[in-house]
């Protein structure tokens, strides 16, 4: 990975927090300006935190996903948690996204507990202004603003784009000069792709139930968009196994079940790329695929990382 250093350019890490349905995914499609945001539930791994890129002329910020901070109800949620504080030690700048309301709940004062820990300073970005007057703004900023010793407070409307920008503007003020950490193609391409990969991955997983004991891996060998008015992609995307047997079991009679696994998944690729898909599926087997090269280079894990 290149590391190209611009003049006045800055680059970091944020982590964005909140509860659940106060607009995160909202506010990432806004500043970001493309469906990629994909929050998920389950532990991440390293490559998987990488949420999404914000780039401009001004510098680069890296979204890594914060693993739920909820308490830990078991042993799961305790890695989890742990996760999440990891991250805070990691990142150079954190955003709490709360709802525009003078009420702080459970869910938010034990946040804002996890928050104490974090070394990285702390926005707090008060979303849904839209749906308030002007005044019970001010007394939404009054609730909060000693509940934690915050960085800023910007308010915003993620679903309308009013302050989005400024709290872009904002952002950059926190982060220093620093490296192009990913390159343009990388930033459209790769989370694209990626959930393109997922998706199809979990379709073949949910149609073929247990049948593959061994699991499969889902490489995109091509995504295209065709030149013209109707917004048309052309994908087409591997489904990786480790056996020979369990390729007949993919490919199915007549390659019935393959047929069902691609057109299960075009609609949700359709649905998440908001137009229309032609998608074309393989299977391959490749032995130990998941000791070798092959899933480092066609799953985002790049030699140095």
């Known amino acids: 990975m290149n590391h190209k250093m611009q003049e006045n350019f800055k680059s970091g890490f944020v982590t964005l927090v909140g509860r659940p349905n106060?607009?995160?995914?909202?506010?990432?499609?806004r500043m970001i300006g493309q469906k990629i945001a994909i929050t998920s539930n389950k532990p991440q791994t390293t490559r998987?935190?990488?949420?999404?890129?914000?780039?401009?002329?001004?510098?680069q910020i890296v979204f890594l996903d914060t693993p739920g901070?909820?308490?830990?109800?078991?042993?799961?949620?305790?890695?989890m948690v742990t996760a999440a504080e990891r991250t805070?030690?990691?990142?150079?700048?954190?955003?709490?996204?709360?709802e525009a309301t003078t009420f702080i709940g459970q869910g938010e004062r034990h946040i804002a507990e996890e928050?104490?820990?974090?070394?990285?300073?702390?926005i707090l970005v008060m979303n849904k202004i839209d749906t308030v007057k002007k005044e019970q703004v001010l007394e939404c900023i009054a609730a909060y603003k000693d509940i934690l010793d915050f960085a800023e407070i910007v308010p915003v409307s993620a679903r309308t784009g009013e302050s989005v920008e400024h709290l872009i503007t904002t952002m950059f003020e926190y982060l220093e000069e620093g490296p192009q950490f990913y390159d343009e193609d990388t930033i459209t391409d790769q989370p694209e792709r990626q959930i393109v990969a997922e998706l199809i991955r979990e379709k073949a997983l949910r149609l073929l139930q247990d049948e593959i004991p061994h699991g499969i891996a889902v490489s995109i060998e091509q995504m295209k968009e065709r030149k013209g008015k109707n917004r048309l992609m052309d994908i087409d995307a591997t489904i990786v196994c480790e056996r020979d047997s369990h390729k007949g079991i993919i490919i199915g009679k007549q390659g019935s079940m393959l047929k069902r696994i691609g057109t299960a998944a075009r609609k949700e690729i359709e649905d998440f790329l908001q137009m229309k898909v032609n998608l074309k599926?393989?299977?391959?087997?490749?032995?130990?695929?998941?000791?070798?090269?092959?899933?480092?280079?066609?799953?985002?894990?790049?030699?140095?990382?």
Request: no cysteine; aromatic share 12%.
């Open 281 to 305: 599926l393989w299977v391959k087997v490749k032995k130990d695929w998941r000791d070798s090269d092959f899933l480092l280079k066609n799953f985002g894990f790049k030699e140095n990382d």
């Open 22 to 29: 106060v607009g995160k995914s909202t506010l990432m499609n």
């Open 115 to 122: 928050l104490k820990k974090s070394a990285a300073p702390v």
């Open 88 to 98: 805070f030690q990691e990142v150079d700048l954190v955003l709490w996204l709360v």
């Open 48 to 59: 998987n935190r990488i949420q999404t890129v914000y780039h401009d002329d001004r510098g």
């Open 69 to 79: 901070i909820h308490k830990a109800k078991n042993k799961l949620g305790e890695f």
